[in-house]
C-alpha cells in the first residue's frame, strides 16, 4: 500500500491550487492540507482558508517544537505543514493532497518516498508573468526573483512523478484528474 500522500508543485501563478481545490471537490477520498505562512493574507482569504496566517515569531516557535511535517522560506516567508495533518490522513484511510513548494516538495519525499508527487509547469514564464500581474491586481513587488525561482522550479519537473503543462485549465484539470485516479487506484 502506497503512502496516502500526494504532492502538489508549481511556480506561483501555476494553477496548482486551483488544479487541487476542483480535485477535492470532485474526489471524496482527498483531503486538504492547510499549510501555515508568515505572508499577509491577499483579498478574500481568511485564516484557515487557503492558509493559517502566523507571525515569524509564532511560525519559528512551532519550528522549534518540530509542529512542522516540512517547513520553507519562500520568497521571504516561512510555509509549513503541520505533522498532525499527514497523520490524520493515515489514521482515516485518506489521501492528502497538499499544494507545497518545490522545497516543501523535496523535504516530504526524502521523509515519504513513496509519496506521489506532482508538478504542473506553466506554459511559458512570459505567461507566468501574465497571470501573476493580473492575480496580484499589478503590484510586482519581487516580480524578476519570483520569475528567476520558477525558471529554477520548473528545471526540477523531471524529478517528480508526474507532470502536466497548465495552458489552458480544462485541459489541464483533464489532465491531473487522470493522474489522480492512477494513484487512487493503486491503492
Same mark, same amino acid.
Given at each position: 500500500? =502506497?503512502?496516502? *500522500?500526494?504532492?502538489?508543485?508549481?511556480? =506561483?501563478?501555476?494553477?496548482? =491550487?486551483?488544479? %487541487?481545490?476542483?480535485? *477535492?471537490? +470532485?474526489?471524496?477520498?482527498?483531503?486538504?492540507?492547510? =499549510?501555515?505562512?508568515?505572508?499577509?493574507?491577499?483579498?478574500?482569504?481568511?485564516?484557515?482558508?487557503?492558509?493559517?496566517?502566523?507571525?515569524?515569531? +509564532?511560525?519559528?516557535?512551532?519550528?522549534?517544537?518540530?509542529?512542522?511535517?516540512?517547513?520553507?522560506?519562500?520568497?521571504?516567508?516561512? /510555509?509549513?505543514?503541520?505533522?498532525?495533518?499527514?497523520?490524520?490522513?493515515?489514521?482515516?484511510?485518506?489521501? $492528502?493532497?497538499?499544494?507545497?513548494?518545490?522545497?516543501?516538495?523535496?523535504? *516530504?519525499?526524502?521523509?515519504?518516498?513513496? %509519496?506521489?508527487? !506532482?508538478?504542473?509547469?506553466?506554459?511559458?514564464?512570459?505567461?507566468?508573468?501574465?497571470? *501573476?500581474?493580473?492575480?496580484?491586481?499589478?503590484?510586482?513587488?519581487? $516580480?524578476?526573483?519570483? $520569475?528567476?525561482?520558477?525558471?529554477?522550479? %520548473?528545471?526540477?519537473?523531471?524529478?517528480?512523478? /508526474?507532470? $502536466?503543462?497548465?495552458?489552458?485549465?480544462?485541459?489541464? /484539470?483533464?489532465?491531473?484528474?487522470?493522474? !489522480?485516479?492512477? !494513484?487512487?487506484?493503486?491503492?
Amino acid at each position: 500500500m =502506497s503512502t496516502p *500522500l500526494i504532492i502538489v508543485s508549481a511556480p =506561483s501563478g501555476a494553477g496548482k =491550487s486551483s488544479l %487541487c481545490n476542483k480535485a *477535492l471537490q +470532485e474526489f471524496p477520498e482527498l483531503v486538504d492540507s492547510v =499549510s501555515f505562512t508568515t505572508r499577509a493574507p491577499r483579498e478574500g482569504e481568511t485564516n484557515g482558508n487557503p492558509y493559517f496566517f502566523v507571525s515569524q515569531a +509564532e511560525f519559528e516557535k512551532r519550528i522549534n517544537e518540530d509542529y512542522f511535517a516540512e517547513w520553507a522560506k519562500v520568497h521571504e516567508f516561512y /510555509y509549513g505543514t503541520p505533522r498532525y495533518q499527514i497523520e490524520d490522513a493515515f489514521r482515516n484511510g485518506k489521501h $492528502l493532497i497538499m499544494d507545497i513548494d518545490v522545497q516543501g516538495a523535496n523535504s *516530504l519525499k526524502a521523509k515519504y518516498p513513496d %509519496c506521489h508527487t !506532482i508538478f504542473v509547469l506553466p506554459p511559458s514564464i512570459e505567461e507566468l508573468r501574465r497571470r *501573476l500581474e493580473a492575480r496580484d491586481s499589478g503590484k510586482t513587488q519581487n $516580480l524578476e526573483i519570483r $520569475l528567476k525561482n520558477a525558471e529554477k522550479e %520548473c528545471n526540477q519537473a523531471d524529478r517528480f512523478d /508526474y507532470s $502536466l503543462v497548465n495552458r489552458d485549465f480544462d485541459k489541464a /484539470y483533464a489532465d491531473f484528474r487522470k493522474i !489522480i485516479e492512477i !494513484i487512487l487506484n493503486k491503492r
